[in-house]
């Protein structure tokens, strides 16, 4: 049984960071004393507070925590003293990564490696490659995140010169804790599981807390529930449950069981089950003012009686889950009071602070899907007002959600970019130093030689892929561009603005508006598709939708359309290349439509059949012959290349990838053989 978007939300544990002095593994002290014994130091004592400071504020007040780290850095510099400057350099990578800028974090972290390294400091060095790896995470950048996590467990291994290892077993634990989550994104789950089983047992021996015992039995319940093993998972799950509740922390994460619990059970179609875990951990929840997962849980529950078509019991449900996510919103807070911040309610923050940016984009997801079904409650129920206004609200919600993940993903680009700058610099200063070592051994004249053939061939071998990979991209990139100014031609462009114009004189600010939102929304719909390969159906049937309602109030009294959707399809989740469509729809309307002397018709139509995504594009033109004849005679040396170049796009898109997308474009006749039209006919295999 795979996990749903839903259960995913609750996975554990990923790298641990704790809650002794608020969290197991990150050093965090009294603040106010801090403050008292800062007073009176000077020099290498000063530093190491601030520095405390700073890591004790860094996910609190950002300003605050910078301002101490600040001043570390600078003393520390003046007084040549390097301990206190690569402590000042990892509190600025914890900083940045609590306020989401990942790219920063790395460079800190880098350079508080290189100088832990050079101090021979080896367990501090192994936790900033954790901490590399951690900042990967939260960046999604998969792979590299795996690679400094072994990179830290390979230093923790070491033996030093006593005969025993740099790190010990909670070093161990918390870059398995780690690898478990990063497998479970990546979809290895039995990699994860894998490692999931070595944690729990490796917890047990150490007689680590009940409440990581508890939370790692959760996670092998999960791990189990990922490799469709739901037996094994409820063994484990039940376990969890077993731990006494010794502390509020201890109660909170084990209703956060319980909402597993429920999904495993609804995923086995146990309704009943299913809501009576469910509704325990929304009882608890709500009256304890864990506003998130109040949210969560009777948004869960109104889903269950929804599709099971207890309309008012899911209205009530997801009613409540409208409320708190008003509260949420007003109070810019996951809780009702400020109290349970302290609470370990998710499982991360056990370990470390999560970024407010991830918390942000959760609480808008979970907004969005509440939106949505409210939506097609109502929709059910006929009660068209209700529908309207919760269709808006899920539309504003979604495009508050698609502003997070854009930033996000903006972050998640510059962070491998700066990632990947870092690897060379630290690939090329270690092949540096491998040359001077290896200088000392060998002869200058013979080490150059050998180098510069290397390197030579090396750069021939790169050369030659490189010049291959970019002849197919410039090959893709000249298609997209032609196909983006095959849409956002200067014609259509300055008769667009043209209208709105037109409106704005005439004194027609309500079709102006109208016109210039539909504009905007158009071309902001083309501008993000020209940068994908694949684009959901959805937003392709609103880019369709914007442009044949900009023809229609350019062209009006001209044609009708419309536009059909099967019912058997899912939007959301079906992926297609962007912008197939369009050059077909324009043709319809100016080379068919336009020379039409009465209303003509557009009708376009998305359908499911067997694996496959059918489009198709009917218009009651005058045909492509008469078409043809026409233009000749208006503009003898036009030249129509939408239909090439979408032609040239799908032999390029079906070279490199195994699914072949056909193109069919049928002249429609009569009984008698005069021309009704055309008909154009698009099969794309689904993207698994």
């Known amino acids: 049984m795979k996990h749903s978007s839903i259960i995913l939300l609750v996975t554990v544990i990923f790298f641990c960071q704790g809650f002794a002095q608020k969290f197991i593994n990150l050093k965090t002290y009294n603040v106010d004393s801090l403050l008292l014994v800062l007073l009176g130091q000077q020099a290498e004592e000063r530093i190491n507070t601030l520095n405390n400071l700073a890591v004790s504020l860094s996910f609190v007040d950002y300003q605050q925590s910078k301002q101490y780290v600040d001043e570390a850095m600078n003393l520390s510099k003046e007084l040549y003293y390097e301990e206190g400057i690569a402590a000042a350099f990892r509190n600025y990578g914890q900083i940045y990564v609590y306020q989401g800028n990942y790219p920063q974090a790395l460079n800190n972290y880098f350079e508080a490696l290189a100088l832990y390294q050079k101090l021979d400091e080896t367990h501090t060095a192994g936790w900033i490659c954790y901490e590399i790896a951690k900042t990967h995470y939260f960046a999604s950048n998969y792979e590299k995140t ?5 990179m830290a467990l390979d230093i923790f291994r070491k033996r030093t010169d006593e005969g025993t290892t740099v790190g010990n077993a909670r070093d161990t634990i918390t870059i398995y804790g780690g690898l478990v989550e990063t497998y479970s994104w990546m979809g290895m789950y039995d990699k994860a599981l894998e490692l999931n089983l070595k944690t729990h047992a490796l917890s047990k021996r150490n007689n680590f807390p009940n409440i990581e015992l508890m939370l790692t039995a959760w996670s092998v319940g999960f791990s189990y529930s990922d490799v469709d093993e739901p037996d094994s998972a409820k063994v484990y799950f039940f376990k969890a449950l077993a731990y006494p509740d010794e502390s509020l922390n201890m109660k909170t994460l084990k209703y956060r069981n319980t909402i597993s619990l429920g999904w495993l059970y609804y995923s086995e179609g146990k309704i009943d089950s299913a809501l009576y875990y469910l509704q325990n951990a929304y009882e608890f929840y709500e009256k304890r003012g864990f506003l998130y997962w109040a949210l969560s849980t009777s948004w869960g529950l109104g889903y269950i009686y929804y599709r099971n078509n207890q309309l008012t019991v899911a209205k009530k449900y997801l009613q409540k889950s409208e409320h708190i996510f008003n509260e949420m919103l007003t ?11 302290h609470i370990a309610n998710y499982g991360l923050e056990l370990y470390f602070p999560i970024p407010p940016v991830k918390l942000k984009e959760m609480m808008w997801g979970d907004g969005r899907s509440m939106y949505k079904l409210l939506y097609l409650l109502n929709t059910k129920q006929n009660k068209t007002a209700e529908a309207l206004k919760y269709h808006i ?10 502003k997070l993940q854009r930033e996000r993903e903006t972050v998640e680009i510059q ?24 200088q000392l051994n060998q002869s200058r004249i013979i080490l150059v030689g050998l180098v510069g053939l290397v390197i030579l061939i090396v750069i021939l071998a790169i050369v030659l892929i490189r010049q291959n990979k970019l002849r197919n991209q410039q090959q893709n990139l000249i298609l997209q561009q032609k196909l983006f100014r095959s849409q956002m031609n200067p014609h259509f462009i300055f008769n667009s603005l043209a209208s709105i114009q037109n409106s704005i004189i005439n004194e027609e600010p309500i079709t102006a508006s109208k016109y210039l939102s539909r504009f905007s929304r158009l071309v902001r719909n083309i501008l993000d598709s020209s940068i994908e390969e694949f684009i959901t159906l959805e937003e392709e049937i609103a880019t369709i939708e914007n442009y044949l309602e900009l023809q229609r109030i350019r062209f009006p009294e001209k044609f009708d359309y419309d536009l059909e959707i099967d019912q058997q399809l ?6 297609i290349p962007p912008m197939l469509a369009q050059p077909f729809i324009e043709n319809a309307i100016e080379h068919g439509i336009k020379h039409r002397k009465t209303k003509g018709h557009i009708k376009v139509r998305f359908a499911q059949k067997d694996s496959i995504v059918r489009f198709e594009l009917e218009d009651d033109g005058v045909g492509r012959v008469e078409a043809k004849r026409i233009m000749r005679e208006q503009d003898k040396d036009h030249r129509s290349l939408s ?4 032609q040239e796009r799908i032999h390029v898109l079906n070279k490199k990838f195994k699914n072949q997308i056909s193109l069919n474009i049928t002249d ?6 005069n021309p009704t039209g055309t008909m154009v006919t698009f099969d794309i295999p689904l993207q698994s």
């Open 393 to 402: 609200a899920y539309s504003k919600a979604k495009d508050t959600l698609y």
């Open 570 to 575: 899912d939007p959301e989740s079906i992926h």
């Open 668 to 673: 429609l006749k009569d009984d008698i053989g």
């Open 146 to 150: 795996i690679e400094y996590a072994y």
């Open 415 to 438: 962070t491998r970019y700066e990632s990947d700058r870092k690897d060379q610099q630290i690939d090329y200063l270690s092949k540096e130093n491998e040359f001077k070592d290896t």
């Open 643 to 646: 239909t090439n170049i979408t």
């Open 331 to 341: 109070k810019e807070s996951w809780y009702r009071y400020d109290s349970l911040k």
